[in-house]
C-alpha cells in the first residue's frame, strides 16, 4: 500500500514556541511534495510546496530529503492561529497517479 | 472567484438510499478527484479524473460511481447507502495532472442511518 506517515500528535506548544512536524513516504517515484493546513471542519488548503532545496515562507521552513524520503515542516514563534491539522501530501505519478495524504498531525498552540 | 463548489454540505440518507454528491470547478482544471475523510484517518481516494470522459478508481471505490462528461463537473453517486459511508467527502481539482496545489470544495457532511 502507498503510505504517508506523520507524527501522530497531537502537538500542544505554548504560544512563541517552534514546532517541527515530520513526514515520511514510502513511493521513491513521488514528483510532488506539499504541507497543507486543514482547520476543524473545513477543506485542506495548500501551506506550502516542498523543494528539493528547501522553502521559507516567513515562519514557516519545509525540507525535502529525496534519499530518505523524509519531509519535514517547521514553524517558528507560533501563534494561536496557527492550531489546525497540517497534513503532508505526496503526488504520486505514473500509473494511479494521484495525490495521497498523511493522517495529518493536528497542533493546538496554547495561549 | 467560486473555485471548486460542492454540493450539498450536509445529507442524511437512509441504508439503501441513493444520491448524487455535486462537485463544479471554474478553474479549467484537467484533474478532478473525490476524497473521503475519516476520523483518525488521511483523506482517502474514492475516484478520480485527468480529463472529459476518462475517470479511474482510487484506494476505496466500491459503493461510488463518477463521470466525467464535462471539464467543469465531477459528480460522485453513491448507489445503494451504507452505514460505513458515514464520511466528510471532498472534492479537488488541480491543474497539469496534479502535480500542483489541489483545490478543495468545502466538503459534504454525510450521516447514512
Known amino acids: 500500500r502507498k503510505e504517508v506517515e506523520q507524527d501522530p500528535g497531537p502537538f500542544n506548544v505554548p504560544e512563541g514556541a517552534t514546532v517541527a512536524f515530520n513526514c515520511t513516504y514510502s513511493n521513491s517515484a513521488s514528483q510532488s511534495f506539499f504541507w497543507y493546513r486543514q482547520d476543524c471542519r473545513k477543506e485542506p488548503k495548500l501551506l506550502m510546496s516542498?523543494?528539493?532545496s528547501g522553502n521559507e515562507d516567513g515562519r514557516f521552513t519545509a525540507q525535502l530529503n529525496r534519499a530518505s524520503q523524509y519531509i519535514s515542516l517547521l514553524i517558528r514563534d507560533s501563534k494561536l492561529s496557527d492550531s489546525a491539522t497540517y497534513l503532508c501530501v505526496v503526488f504520486w505519478g505514473g500509473d494511479g497517479q494521484n495525490f495521497v495524504f498523511g493522517p495529518g498531525t493536528r497542533l493546538s498552540v496554547l495561549p | 472567484n467560486a473555485g471548486v463548489t460542492q454540493t450539498p454540505k450536509f445529507q442524511v440518507l437512509k441504508t439503501g438510499q441513493s444520491m448524487t454528491l455535486q462537485c463544479a470547478q471554474d478553474m479549467n482544471h484537467e484533474y478532478m478527484s473525490w476524497y473521503r475523510q475519516d476520523p483518525g484517518m488521511g483523506l482517502r481516494l474514492i475516484h478520480y479524473?485527468?480529463?472529459?470522459?476518462?475517470?479511474d478508481q482510487g484506494e476505496v471505490p466500491n459503493g461510488y460511481n463518477v463521470s466525467r462528461s464535462t471539464t467543469e463537473d465531477f459528480p460522485l453517486r453513491l448507489l445503494s447507502a451504507a452505514p460505513s459511508q458515514t464520511s466528510v467527502y471532498f472534492c479537488?481539482?488541480?491543474?497539469?495532472?496534479?502535480?500542483?496545489?489541489?483545490?478543495f470544495g468545502q466538503g459534504t457532511r454525510l450521516t447514512v442511518v
Open positions: 479537488a481539482s488541480s491543474h497539469g495532472a496534479g502535480r500542483t496545489e489541489a483545490f
Open positions: 479524473s485527468v480529463g472529459a470522459g476518462i475517470t
Open positions: 516542498v523543494y528539493s
